[in-house]
């Protein structure tokens, strides 16, 4: 989130100066176009460092999919976010983020609640309780089994489609 709003203020704090000075009308245009739109999450799978966000941020809204390793060159490590790209859009439809990290040397709060001991994926449900993890690559398929049998899943399934009932 701090780089974000460093990039929004860096943009914003200079037209400001321009205006005090006379700055030319065109100016403003050119740094609106400049402003990067943050990802949305229903849109797209958000890949988030561990080290730059607060878990307490997703609590009730999203479910975490949590991906460590103790480096970034760990082999586990690659074919486990690429499975997770590979069936980004379902992940999507499950309210799912994915938080990365691969620098245990941080100690992101993240990684001291967890505590693994080389590569694990963790999945967290929205209700911000530690469900499933396991020290192996899952496939996106298996992950969202996983993710589908958490009753919070069931209850939004059932609220999306009430014929089911």
């Known amino acids: 989130m701090k780089p974000v709003w460093t990039l929004v203020f860096a943009l914003i704090f200079p037209l ?9 009308p065109a100016a403003p245009e050119t ?8 990802p949305n999450p229903d849109e797209e799978l958000l890949f988030l460092d561990a080290r ?3 878990v307490r941020d997703f609590i009730w809204t999203r479910r975490l999919i949590v991906v460590m390793a103790d480096t970034p060159e760990d082999p586990q490590f690659t074919r486990q976010l690429a499975a997770l790209r590979e069936r980004d859009m379902e ?7 994915v938080i990365f990290d691969a620098h245990p ?33 899952r496939s ?26």
Do not use: H, N
């Open 31 to 38: 740094a609106a176009e400049e402003i990067e739109v943050a």
């Open 52 to 54: 730059e966000i607060d």
């Open 140 to 165: 996106g398929r298996e992950l969202m089994a996983v993710i589908d049998r958490f009753p919070t899943r069931r209850q939004e399934v059932l609220e999306r489609l009430p014929s089911g009932r």
């Open 16 to 24: 400001a100066l321009g205006a005090t000075e006379g700055g030319s």
């Open 105 to 137: 040397a941080d100690r992101s709060p993240l990684r001291q609640v967890l505590r693994p001991r080389g590569f694990v994926t963790a999945i967290i449900d929205k209700d911000g309780e530690v469900k499933a993890r396991r020290p192996a690559v």
């Open 91 to 97: 992940f999507v439809a499950r309210d799912a983020v």
